[in-house]
């Protein structure tokens, strides 16, 4: 068995997340090469993936492992980082974050060729995960480690089908038992071999090549063959496991908190990132309310174990007790944007529930906004200035108020349980959900594109009191302003579009990839880039409610097929949204103010629950080529649904022929060459039928 189940499933037969995370440790104290080169740590660019990376770091750093922690964009970037840790002697360990759960990694086009020694321990949220991956056998399979969450034990059907179509010979009722005694079978073989698994054909070959005697002999042990019905039913249901569409399983952060806490070396740091993980999840409706509230339930004794109780006085967390205050404290959440580093009437304008309640991109919707403030007795200026400057009372009465009143208006859901950390006086409490905006912006933005911010006062002081300023990223991951993509202004030159250097430009984005990665790393841990970053969060924030804005005013959302589509081709944030992170908040965004104004549609014959399927495209101007991303959002608060855009995605690439590129482990995000765009889009609509 090559996965390994979580350490309450775990049985003397089946060791769990410490004996693994220990033969790490003694294959690397045994190895005579050791390098930061002998144990590798590949992330995927996303914020539960980052602390995931962070945490094994603080693990090994305490184990004194030397390491190197790889960042990669993408499915091509996987590939190219595979052809070079082949030639890699020293390796022993390599650690997938968020990275390559659906792929086949025991075949020879992934890791089956690396040297024995070499163990693969995949650490991934994504679902589903492959079934060669989870129970594969031999050398290449054994290699392999899934950490799972315990998912893998519901999937006895599932594994029981792809065994016996791995490992049993496919029966022939045209062949009598003498002839399946002889070893005829070998030519039936060769014909199947394009649809036969790698380890399948080399058992078919190796048989063919054995006397009669032997054959039978091992055929009087050998259970009796499956015949072509049960064989077809085992094909349907392994269709059923991967068609079904892409969901999430526990945070990649949360499972490297399972083995700190059984390897007795939790604290506050471990425990803040593993909740930002969880988080990350919830905001980006990976995972439902139901699946929330059981992990944050275990984070809230965490939290209670490790952290003095809070004050009586301050319940939500709304001050640091001392300057040293770095504690962890529970709270109920509001739903609004940032709301403790900006405006109250900001952080409500921006925030997409709110938006969805109260059509905040109309004025209408703007008059009722200001309305239900006033209603709870928050003047003008109280509620546009900074909310760490408002009147206490006035903090402390806001749930109350908007428990009153904001029912009146829809919003029954206001608030989630959730978490605030203490930074001291460096900067106001920071919630889980302001760590996930920043360090999301961080990802996305840090270095790549030109994006404005607003320095606190200007909106009402001018500039005497600072003004908006150009976001550059502090340290040494910064980039000079010469090398970013200005927005509005990110043609090349005649010259450069007629010669295009692919492979320089390329270049040129993975490394905007890589320093937009260790920014967020360094945020981490520097209070002072986490706090930066919330400035760049805000501005985020604002494009996406002018996009989203926009779109809806100009009627720019076609409803084409039982699909919703956006096409952006123009304006001012444009370059903005050529980045995957930023382009999926969104398609977050628009289904959130869609959900309760528009039909839901059924346009999957797997399921009769009805949907929000969104297909987003935006023009890179410069590359030429539009991101796509599909979005299946659920018609209840709190909902999830699969995603089968990533199916689609496939089907329509092959039977359209567009050249395509997938920049991100996702599947449901894909780029798409310009001049091959109207045909793959008409493909999608085509596909969707199939499902």
Not at 8 to 34: C, K, M
Not at 463 to 477: M, N, S
Request: some cysteine.
């Amino acid at each position: 068995m090559v996965f390994i189940p979580p350490p309450h499933l775990a049985s003397a037969s089946r060791p769990s997340y410490a004996e693994t995370y220990n033969n790490i440790l003694a294959s690397h104290r045994r190895s005579p090469l050791s390098a930061a080169s002998s144990v590798i740590i590949l992330v995927a660019p996303n914020v539960d993936a980052l602390c995931a990376a962070k945490m094994f770091a603080e693990l090994f750093k305490q184990d004194d492992v030397m390491h190197r922690i790889t960042p990669l964009s993408g499915i091509a970037d996987l590939e190219r980082m595979r052809d070079e840790l082949i030639t890699y002697s020293e390796l022993h360990t390599l650690i997938l974050l968020n990275i390559g759960s659906i792929l086949d990694l025991p075949s020879s086009e992934w890791f089956g060729d690396f040297p024995t020694k070499v163990n693969v321990h995949v650490i991934d949220s994504a679902r589903p995960q492959n079934l060669s991956s989870l129970f594969g056998e031999g050398d290449g399979g054994e290699r392999i480690i899934v950490w799972d969450d315990g998912g893998a034990e519901h999937l006895t059907e599932e594994r029981n089908a792809w065994e016996t179509l791995n490992n049993e010979p496919e029966a022939d009722s045209d062949e009598s038992s003498d002839d399946d005694l002889a070893g005829d079978d070998l030519p039936e073989d060769s014909a199947d071999e394009g649809t036969q698994s790698p380890s399948r054909k080399r058992r078919s070959l190796g048989d063919g090549s054995r006397s009669g005697s032997k054959r039978r002999r091992l055929d009087d042990d050998r259970p009796p063959r499956v015949s072509k019905e049960q064989r077809d039913q085992f094909y349907v249901l392994l269709d059923k496991y991967y068609m079904s569409g892409t969901w999430y399983g526990q945070s990649a952060a949360g499972i490297v908190y399972i083995l700190a806490t059984v390897l007795e070396r939790v604290d506050n740091d471990l425990l803040w990132l593993a909740i930002i993980g969880l988080t990350n999840h919830y905001i980006q409706c990976r995972i439902s309310r139901t699946e929330y509230d059981k992990y944050q339930s275990i984070y809230y004794d965490e939290v209670s174990r490790l952290n003095p109780p809070p004050p009586a006085n301050d319940a939500y967390g709304l001050a640091a007790l001392s300057a040293d205050d770095m504690s962890l404290r529970t709270t109920d959440e509001l739903r609004f944007e940032l709301f403790r580093h900006w405006t109250l009437y900001d952080s409500m304008f921006h925030s997409s529930y709110v938006a969805g309640k109260l059509g905040i991109w109309k004025e209408q919707g703007r008059k009722r906004l200001t309305g239900l403030l006033a209603k709870m007795g928050f003047s003008i200026p109280q509620t546009q200035q900074l909310y760490a400057h408002m009147d206490m009372d006035l903090k402390r009465q806001l749930r109350d108020k908007l428990d009153a009143i904001a029912p009146e208006y829809g919003m029954v859901e206001l608030t989630y349980p959730s978490f605030v950390r203490c930074y001291g006086y460096h900067m106001q409490p920071l919630s889980a959900a302001d760590a996930v905006d920043a360090l999301n912006a961080l990802l996305d933005v840090a270095t790549g594109v030109r994006i404005e911010v607003e320095a606190d006062g200007a909106r009402n002081g001018g500039e005497w009191f600072g003004g908006g300023r150009v976001w550059r990223a502090a340290g040494r991951w910064g980039v000079q302003e010469t090398k970013e993509k200005a927005s509005g202004f990110g043609r090349r030159s005649q010259e450069e579009e007629m010669v295009t250097d692919v492979e320089g430009e390329q270049d040129e984005r993975e490394s905007w990839l890589v320093r937009n990665f260790w920014n967020a790393f360094d945020a981490l841990e520097d209070v002072t880039r986490l706090r930066d970053a919330i400035g760049l969060a805000k501005s985020v924030h604002q494009a996406i409610i002018r996009t989203g804005s926009s779109i809806i005013d100009k009627n720019d959302l076609r409803m084409i097929k039982g699909h919703r589509v956006v096409q952006l081709k123009q304006g001012p944030d444009l370059p903005l949204f050529t980045h995957p992170g930023v382009l999926f908040r969104l398609g977050l965004w628009l289904t959130e103010v869609l959900r309760d104004r528009v039909t839901g549609v059924n346009i999957s014959r797997r399921t009769k629950k009805k949907s929000l399927p969104l297909i987003l495209a935006c023009l890179d101007e410069q590359n030429r080529t539009y991101l796509v991303i599909g979005l299946n959002e659920s018609l209840d608060f709190g909902d999830v649904r699969k995603n089968e855009f990533g199916l689609t995605f496939l089907d329509a690439k092959e039977d359209s022929g567009a050249r395509t590129r997938h920049s991100s482990f996702d599947t449901n995000i894909l780029e798409v060459d310009e001049a091959d765009f109207e045909k793959f889009i008409a493909e999608v609509y085509r596909a969707r039928d199939k499902y």
